[in-house]
């Protein structure tokens, strides 16, 4: 799972995707919980900018703060998890932009972040669903968004992210990847019928990723 990642300011998301009407964003880190942009169909279908928070929060909650994590949502059970079925159901996709994503290996007995960014130096457009939640009692809208992930355990790059399990075999783990969309898939991910969205839910080559671990900080 994605625990954290970096967004482009608005102006960049402008270039790459041509959003419409749009909330203003000025980019950075994102934490699960917090402020951050994600790309929907409009009414109209165009497509525009929305500013939510990272954890979607379903439509059955009480409250707009969740006692559990809803930042990732796992791509084989958006048809039967409750947090995530409606939202599938009604076709709420969304596009998350991100300049890259951060991930643990633990390779060497210890965490080690790496970093993931684009081989063609483009940012990622990152599959998610959105919701849009009402407070019953004062009328407030929340927008909210999470991020699709995919098992990896066969991927020869993203398998080697997260701390083993010690009690599940190499082919057990359920290590997972984000779902990385391509340009050319951006609109059918967004508007196409929910079969047609649901073969775009892959893992991406290899060749796509910029990987490494972090760069240590500078000494001061």
């Known amino acids: 799972m994605c625990n954290r990642y970096v967004s482009p300011d608005e102006a960049e998301i402008e270039r790459t995707w041509h959003v419409g009407a749009r909330d ?7 934490f699960p919980r917090k402020p951050g942009p994600f790309i929907r169909a409009g009414a109209d279908g165009a497509r525009e900018l929305v500013v ?3 954890g ?4 059955f ?3 707009a703060k969740l006692a559990y994590s809803t930042n990732n949502a796992r791509s084989e059970e958006l048809a039967i998890k409750a947090t995530f079925r409606t939202p599938w159901k009604d ?5 998350i932009p991100a300049l890259w994503f951060d991930e643990p290996n633990w390779e060497s007995g210890k965490n080690v972040w790496w970093s993931f960014r684009r081989a063609d130096a483009q940012p990622w457009g990152l599959a998610g ?5 009402r407070d019953k009692e004062s009328g407030e809208s929340v927008e909210s968004y999470t991020m699709l992930t995919l098992n990896a355990d066969a991927h020869p790059l993203m398998n080697r992210m997260h701390k083993p399990d010690p009690k599940l075999g190499p082919d057990q783990q359920d290590k997972r990847s984000i ?6 898939d951006w609109d059918t991910w967004l508007r ?7 073969a775009l839910i892959r893992l991406s080559p290899v060749e796509i990723f910029d990987a490494g671990p972090e760069a240590a900080p500078a000494p001061a």
Do not use: D, M, Y
């Open 24 to 30: 203003h964003w000025r980019g950075g880190s994102i």
């Open 91 to 95: 076709g709420k996709r969304c596009i």
């Open 52 to 54: 939510g928070q990272w």
């Open 129 to 133: 669903l959105w919701n849009t939640w």
């Open 56 to 59: 979607l929060i379903p439509f």
């Open 61 to 63: 909650a009480k409250t």
């Open 179 to 184: 779902v990385a969309l391509e340009p050319e």
């Open 192 to 198: 196409a019928p929910a079969a047609e969205a649901q």
